[in-house]
């Protein structure tokens, strides 16, 4: 297992369209969380899961939003109706139970035009 | 709300020599922890070191320090002995112990090494 994984890296969209990403987090670590990054900004926080629980949600994260981790394992992020201010960098972060810190994935970077 | 403030957005530093990034919180709970990570460009973000607030010592990796003043609510990193591949975004970070889900970021400062 070499770290957290996020697929795509690159997703070019057009307004309106839907996109979903998806996070392969540290197998054995039962907590993931989605954040967005903005150019010159640090990440923010936009939803967490313990195992398949969602158990948080940011006052980012619109209606148009939504995030799954159905067996505990992976996650999905879906954006629907996309708009060019949800262009932004998108990370994923594990975490095990008595690991104070995040691992990051490279992240899903969306362009909409 | 915890607030992260990072007031330097850059910073540069001669190879081999010592640099001081500075982050700044706001919290009332008196356990957390505290963190530094890293992010070269289009690269993914790493931890660099890590602090815990009832831990008095100030915590150590290497090359890296930090200066950690609860009372003052101040949290900076030192980089020693400066090397080309410390050029990045450098985030401070804060999680709370009661709310540990929700890790707050400062804007970043982006370090430039000279060779």
């Known amino acids: 297992d070499t770290g957290v994984s996020q697929d795509p890296r690159h997703k070019i969209t057009k307004r309106g369209q839907n996109v979903t990403f998806r996070c392969d987090p540290i197998?054995?670590?039962?907590?993931l969380y989605w954040y967005r990054q903005t150019l010159g900004q640090g990440p923010e926080f936009l939803t967490y899961?313990?195992?398949?629980?969602?158990?948080?949600k940011s006052r980012l994260l619109s209606d148009r939003f939504s995030a799954e981790r159905p067996k505990g394992s992976f996650s999905t992020l879906e954006i629907q109706r996309t708009e060019q201010g949800d262009s932004a960098m998108y990370l994923c972060?594990?975490?095990?139970?008595?690991?104070?810190?995040?691992?990051f994935g490279s992240g899903t970077r969306l362009t909409v035009v | 709300a915890q607030t992260v403030t990072q007031s330097q957005p850059e910073m540069s530093v001669q190879e081999a020599e010592t640099v001081t990034l500075s982050c700044t919180y706001d919290?009332?709970?008196?356990?957390?922890?505290l963190f530094w990570y890293k992010q070269p460009p289009s690269r993914q973000m790493i931890l660099v070191i890590r602090?815990?607030?009832?831990?008095?010592q100030n915590a150590t990796e290497n090359r890296f320090s930090v200066n950690f003043q609860k009372a003052a609510k101040s949290f900076s990193l030192k980089i020693s002995d400066s090397q080309l591949g410390d050029a990045a975004m450098y985030f401070c970070?804060?999680?709370?112990?009661?709310?540990?889900?929700?890790?707050?970021f400062g804007a970043g400062t982006r370090l430039t090494v000279k060779p």
């Open positions: 197998s054995e670590h039962n907590r």
């Open positions: 970070a804060y999680r709370g112990s009661l709310n540990n889900n929700d890790m707050r």
């Open positions: 972060a594990s975490r095990g139970g008595s690991n104070y810190g995040y691992t």
């Open positions: 919290t009332s709970e008196s356990d957390y922890y």
């Open positions: 602090q815990e607030a009832y831990k008095q």
């Open positions: 899961f313990q195992n398949e629980a969602q158990l948080e």
